[in-house]
């Protein structure tokens, strides 16, 4: 089955700075690549997905970017801000079923 | 995007009884999910809920003790069965085929004493 691997598990930064989480994946036949944000206390929020026939995704501060060769994505936070701090989990489509990445807690400073 | 509303959201219950967690979307929908999220870690597919047939169970995950119906294209129950502490975690529902975007309900904490 799809593995899923995600990094950093946790990151810090300051306020401003740019944030870069990774995930790579091990099913070339996986298509469909969302992340998603998760507050405390509340369900995981999309925020940005990528399909396997583009490589680069951009919305406002974030940005996904795909390397079906190396079988890896990454999600790329920039002029980071306080309400940024959140988890991020990236996921992977599999057969129709998502298999998500452990997680990264992300905690941005002032 | 759909809009999807989970009840309850949180709830402490005795080990050894039952609860049922409602999962309401504001449209029809092929195909929902349940996950559970124990805490700080990352999502876990229990089962795929089928309209009109048996739901799909993952791997570690069985009927007997996480009943799953699906009545209609909106609407879906999760039954955690005698409960454990070790059944405490945060279940979520979640709507979308499996090529295309999943939202997620806001989840219901469960805690088992």
């Known amino acids: 089955g799809e593995n899923v691997e995600q990094h950093p598990s946790t990151l810090s930064v300051q306020e401003g700075d740019s944030a870069v989480i990774k995930c790579t994946y091990s099913?070339?036949?996986?298509?469909?690549f969302p992340w998603y944000k998760q507050e405390l206390g509340k369900g995981p929020q999309l925020i940005i997905d990528?399909?396997?026939?583009?490589g680069e995704k951009k919305d406002q501060r974030i940005a996904v970017t795909l390397n079906k060769t190396a079988k890896h994505f990454s999600l790329h936070i920039t002029e980071t801000q306080p309400e940024d701090s959140a988890v991020y989990f990236c996921?992977?489509?599999?057969?129709?079923?998502?298999?998500f990445g452990a997680g990264t807690q992300v905690v941005v400073t002032p | 995007s759909a809009v999807i509303s989970q009840k309850p959201s949180r709830d402490i219950c005795q080990r050894g009884t039952s609860l049922t967690i409602q999962c309401q979307v504001d449209?029809?929908?092929?195909?929902m999910f349940w996950y559970r999220q124990q805490p700080g870690q990352s999502l876990t597919l229990i089962a795929t809920?089928?309209?009109?047939?048996?739901?799909?169970?993952e791997s570690g995950f069985v009927i007997d003790k996480f009943p799953i119906s699906r009545p209609n294209l909106t609407f879906s129950t999760l039954t955690v069965s005698n409960m454990s502490p070790e059944d405490s975690s945060i279940y979520l529902c979640?709507?979308?085929?499996?090529?295309?975007?999943?939202?997620f309900g806001q989840g219901t904490r469960l805690t088992v004493v």
């Open positions: 979640s709507v979308g085929p499996g090529n295309t975007e999943a939202f």
């Open positions: 099913d070339s036949a996986s298509n469909y």
């Open positions: 990528i399909r396997s026939n583009v």
């Open positions: 996921a992977v489509d599999s057969w129709g079923k998502f298999q």
């Open positions: 449209s029809q929908v092929t195909m």
């Open positions: 809920a089928n309209q009109g047939s048996e739901a799909t169970y």
